[in-house]
């Protein structure tokens, strides 16, 4: 797509952090490109995020390797004031900086979830007293998350959950209240804000281009080999209590004993990972599982995902992770717990089965079944091929930034004429 040279300016909040090591600033790959894919409908986009300081993790890049995909962008970075102290003494200033960028930008949108250091929630109510219409945007139900924290964990983590929670749910209220428009990312966000929202919006968020979409060639190899193989069984994403690591391993343990020949990878980090792995060897699954930790290689990461025959996930909390759109466009059919985000996603193809939430049994059964009946799972590797083609980059920020458009009048302002100073850092260390 051309990029719009007559668009408007986008103030949006982001909250992937920045991170500073050595006089060198880093960002995220799917960061870098979503400010791209908003830079082909904004002019300027202006971004803030919070600036964390130190080594940045695998997945961070330099900025000055990315200029040009950040050349319709500007960065503003925001102090990371995740305790009450940090954000007390963060605020003032932080305040008149975003006021001054709210009334600079002719569009605003900012991503809300957590409380203390959410820095979109606060832009969003500096936006409303300064009577700005803007739009929400979140892909969970942060406080539910929360809340779901009080169960595992260090003892400060669990007090943390039943301190915050609730709060974080009526910030979360009251914003989203204010708001002209809701940009929810899947069924199971838009559900749990729509009766908040003035406008809610069921919209996606994913990064991966028409390309990266698994091609006919691979597709067919995959049906080929399907008939003689192991199950290959897969999952992305942290190895985190809410998304369900144990349920994940109980229902390999009955597909061991139901005598299924599977080979499963989890594709992630996390706290769980060293007790994934004792319970895998004492389970006896260790021949039969990988847990190779984060893969900051995006083709492999894809490479494992069309490989494999069945997409199996436990998430226990209201969310509307990516990797799930992402196993679609690898032809891979979702097998887990039922919800709504997942259900839309299949809803016009039938790319998987689904099952109610913590019943593992009934997972390894209906495993069990497509490995009995492997005419049926290849129907349904066809049908999780078309039920993910809609999804990319392209497709999904062209309908977000219509959305904006269309929902939220557009406020006349005057962007700086000149950088502002935060640029200069930036700019420093893109030519150091």
């Known amino acids: 797509m051309k990029p719009n040279n007559n668009a408007s300016s986008l103030l949006i909040y982001a909250p992937v952090p920045l991170y500073l090591h050595e006089g060198v600033f880093y960002i995220e790959k799917q960061a870098i490109n979503g400010l791209r894919l908003w830079s082909e409908h904004f002019k300027p986009v202006t971004a803030m995020m919070p600036l964390a300081k130190g080594a940045p993790p695998e997945g961070w890049e330099p900025i000055h390797a990315h200029l040009k995909d950040l050349e ?15 954000f007390l003494r963060a605020f003032p200033a932080a305040k008149k900086r975003i006021k001054k960028l709210i009334s600079q930008s002719e569009y605003l949108s900012f991503a809300i979830g957590g409380l203390f250091g959410d820095w979109g929630s606060v832009a969003s109510l500096l936006a409303h007293r300064m009577g700005r219409p803007f739009a929400v945007w979140t892909d969970r139900v942060e406080s539910e998350v929360m809340r779901y924290g009080r169960h595992g964990g260090t003892w400060r983590s669990r007090l943390r959950a039943r301190l915050y929670h609730r709060p974080m749910a009526h910030l979360e209220r009251a914003v989203i209240r204010r708001a002209h428009l809701g940009l929810f990312h899947g069924a199971e966000t838009f559900d749990a804000y729509r009766p ?15 390309r990266d979409h698994i091609n006919t060639y691979s597709l067919t190899q995959k049906l080929v080999e399907l008939e003689d193989s192991p199950l290959r069984i897969a999952y992305a994403g942290r190895a985190d209590a809410m998304k369900g690591p144990f349920d994940w391993l109980a229902v390999l343990e009955q597909l061991k004993v139901l005598g299924v020949p599977f080979e499963a990878t989890w594709l992630g980090e996390g706290a769980a990972l060293p007790q994934m792995d004792a319970r895998a060897k004492r389970a006896g699954l260790a021949d039969r599982l990988r847990l190779p930790g984060f893969v900051s290689c995006r083709a492999k990461l894809l490479e494992e995902l069309q490989r494999a025959h069945i997409f ?13 759109i992402e196993a679609l466009t690898s032809a891979t059919p979702l097998v887990g717990y039922g919800g709504a985000y997942a259900c839309d996603l299949i809803a016009a193809h039938g790319g998987g089965h689904l099952v109610k939430p913590g019943d593992t049994e009934a997972l390894a059964q209906r495993i069990n079944s497509l490995h009995q009946d492997r005419g049926e ?38 962007p700086e004429a000149e950088a502002p100073a935060w640029v200069c850092p930036l700019a420093r260390s893109a030519v150091g």
Do not use: W
Not at 72 to 84: K, Q, S, V
Not at 312 to 324: A, D
Not at 393 to 409: A, G, N, T
């Open 72 to 86: 319709g962008a500007r960065i503003e970075p925001l102090p990371m004031a995740y305790r009450p102290d940090q």
């Open 196 to 210: 908040y929202c003035k406008n809610p919006q069921l919209v996606h968020d994913i990064h991966l281009s028409a």
């Open 312 to 324: 199996l996930f436990c998430h226990k909390t209201p969310e509307s992770p990516r990797c799930l």
């Open 377 to 414: 799972l290849a129907r349904l590797i066809s049908n999780a091929a078309l039920d993910g083609d809609p999804f990319t980059d392209d497709h999904v920020f062209e309908q977000r930034s219509q959305i904006i458009k269309q929902f939220l009048p557009r406020f006349p302002c005057k």
